[in-house]
């Protein structure tokens, strides 16, 4: 068997886990891209001295994560997140994400295409390659043509807002123009539906009852807001026959609503965040409430047990981080009203650790189930596959030697993001990634950075299919 490049890496003796596909395999690695997958040991005899290589055994060999939600060095209202490309890929790459797509949101006045070049040259500053999403918020006669340009340039996916009016929010019109412009395009709005005039008035009730503290935000922001818009939402991109995917669902009643579309043809995504699935309310009555701070806010636990079984059901596309890097001092100096506050939380770093123990682990959730979820289809809906999401000839080479048995206690000090804190701090974690490897480079072994040098590429997204299924 002769390759297109000379073998540099091989990871041998591992189980490889893709999305379709299991079972005993050594990866061949050679130009930064994936060579081979073949039967253990199959090279041994023709591989020349000197080749570097992974012992897998006892350890699944997995496609590395693809984060499609990743908030890096984000400002909304007072407050930027603290972490640049280089400090959330670092982070990335420790918890076994190795491509994170992150978002360029415009703020009031400026221009979706002009945020968007501007965001894109970071990319270079990353440990992994990183794609975006664009993000509208109003409609001239100009965006067209920025749609246009855009998706040329290999951005395909828009995000939209249903809530934070006077910032990010978009009207109902604008929301169905940019779907039909893009569909037309190759292109997906992807969306974060809370309806806001609900939350709007829930939260006047609240101030004027004492009760718009951090550790009411779970009341200030209630189910039936997300499920409302969700609704409205279906409604346009049905009408309009484009596709749609909207961004952390926290309620199981918003994946049925987009389940029981797909089952009338509309091309309509769900993506959960790791927190919505293992985090529940009573955070907000412990002693940190505003660490919890978030949009769509931690559900009670009944909650979050409906929207775990949506995964197991098959009914959710992708699990991303919503990482948005803020810390403790940012979040109490606004904590006694959470109209004020930095929504968000850390996340990068723990999203597959997290997801892997609490689903596979303990869930029972198939490992095959949970790279769709957390590699493939991320890739697939932003237009990366099969560069990114598999383990498979050319394919780049990004994957995570995963140990499924170990069990770590979180402690915020041991993680790599830009902030104080963990949502996760003193949980058992069963399932971590040893050894990274990020377009055949190894990143990360034995816990240690052994390539610190940033070689991070701005990815260009190709068009949606037309046919796209996930
Ligand atoms: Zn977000």
Not at 252 to 273: H, I, K, N, S, W
Not at 381 to 395: D, H, Q
Not at 450 to 466: D, F, I, K, M, N
């Amino acid at each position: 068997m002769s390759y297109p490049q000379p073998i540099d890496l091989v990871v041998r003796g591992g189980t490889v886990v893709n999305a379709d596909w299991q079972g005993a395999a050594d990866v061949l690695i050679g130009g930064g891209k994936v060579l081979g997958v073949v039967e253990p040991g199959a090279y041994r005899s023709a591989q020349p001295p000197g080749t570097t290589e992974i012992d897998a055994s006892g350890r699944l060999v997995l496609p590395g994560g693809v984060d499609p939600h990743c908030h890096v060095g984000f400002t909304s209202g007072d407050f930027t997140s603290l972490d640049d490309y280089l400090q959330a890929t670092t982070a990335a790459v420790f918890g076994g994400t190795t491509t994170i797509v992150d978002f360029a949101i415009p703020r009031p006045g400026e221009n979706p295409a002009d945020v968007a070049a501007a965001q894109r040259a970071k990319a270079e500053q990353g440990l992994c390659d990183s794609a975006l999403h664009a993000c509208v918020v109003e409609w001239d006669d100009t965006v067209p043509e920025q749609l246009r340009s855009l998706t040329a340039d290999g951005i395909v996916t828009v995000k939209m807002f249903t809530t934070y009016r006077g910032e990010t929010m978009a009207d109902e019109k604008t929301i169905l123009n940019v779907m039909t412009t893009l569909r037309d395009l190759g292109g997906m709005v992807v969306i974060h539906c809370e309806a806001d005039h609900i939350i709007a008035d829930t939260q006047e009730r609240g101030e004027a009852a004492g009760t718009i503290g951090a550790c009411h935000h779970a009341d200030t922001r209630p189910e039936l807001a997300e499920n409302a818009s969700v609704a409205e939402i279906l409604a346009i991109a049905e009408s309009v026959a484009a596709p749609v995917y909207f961004v952390h669902q926290s309620t199981p009643e918003a994946v049925d609503l987009v389940a029981r579309a797909r089952g009338r043809g509309v091309r309509a995504f769900t993506e959960t965040v790791a927190h919505h699935l293992t985090l529940d309310d009573t955070a907000y009555a412990g002693p940190h409430p505003e660490r919890f701070v978030c949009c769509p806010p931690l559900r009670d636990a009944g909650t979050v047990a409906g929207l775990r079984s949506r995964v197991l059901m098959g009914q959710v596309a992708t699990i991303g981080s919503d990482h948005c890097c803020y810390d403790t001092a940012q979040k109490e100096s606004v904590s006694h009203d959470v109209r004020a506050m930095p929504n968000g939380l850390p996340g990068v770093e723990t999203r597959m650790p997290v997801v892997f123990s609490e689903l596979v682990v303990k869930g029972g959730l198939p490992a095959g189930r949970f790279v769709e979820v957390m590699c493939a289809n991320p890739a697939r809906l932003n237009g990366l596959y099969p560069r990114k999401g598999v383990i498979a000839p050319g394919s780049d080479a990004d994957l995570a030697v995963w140990d499924p048995a170990v069990t770590r206690t979180v402690r915020s000090a041991n993680l790599h993001m830009a902030t104080d804190y963990t949502p996760y701090e003193g949980m058992q974690i069963t399932g971590w990634p040893e050894t990274v490897v990020v377009g055949g480079r190894l990143v990360v072994a034995a816990g240690r950075l052994t390539a610190p040098e940033p070689l991070g590429r701005h990815l260009r997204s190709g068009p949606l299919s037309r046919s796209l299924v996930c």
